[in-house]
């Protein structure tokens, strides 16, 4: 049974950083597209990074570039967000995705692309 477990969601003040984790169990995704994702209240859930190639090629929505960076570690099947410059408006909770097989994904990447999800960690940034 596949898993996917996200962690290292919290509260914390504008301009501070978070690391967020996402533990995978009962497969590996080392060539496997795998992402962020991110849902705010009373907003549709947007895609925040990608990562794809064992994370040699990753995407980034426009608003993140430079703050938040994706990687992972195959090794340990475990894929981070670490994000940095917090702002209030990246209050969300937070969805790691993984892809069931090798393929080119959508810059940005569709929801549809993904076939495993976490179960979300919130991510509070207070002003």
């Known amino acids: 049974q596949v898993q996917l477990v996200e962690s290292g969601g919290g509260l914390v003040q504008a301009g501070g950083s978070l690391r967020l984790s996402c533990a995978a169990s009962g497969r590996t995704f080392e060539n496997y597209p795998m992402a962020w994702f991110r849902q705010a209240t009373g907003k549709e859930r947007e895609f925040v990074a990608a990562s794809i190639w064992s994370g040699d090629t990753t995407h980034y929505l426009d608003s993140v570039k430079g703050r938040f960076a994706i990687s992972r570690d195959n090794a340990k099947n475990v894929m981070y967000l670490q994000m940095n410059s917090l702002k209030v408006e990246d209050t969300a909770v937070y969805y790691c995705?993984?892809?069931?097989?090798?393929?080119?994904?959508?810059?940005?990447?569709?929801?549809?692309?993904?076939?495993?999800w976490g179960q979300g960690t919130q991510v509070t940034v207070s002003s």
């Open positions: 995705a993984a892809a069931s097989y090798f393929k080119q994904i959508s810059s940005p990447a569709r929801e549809s692309e993904f076939a495993y």
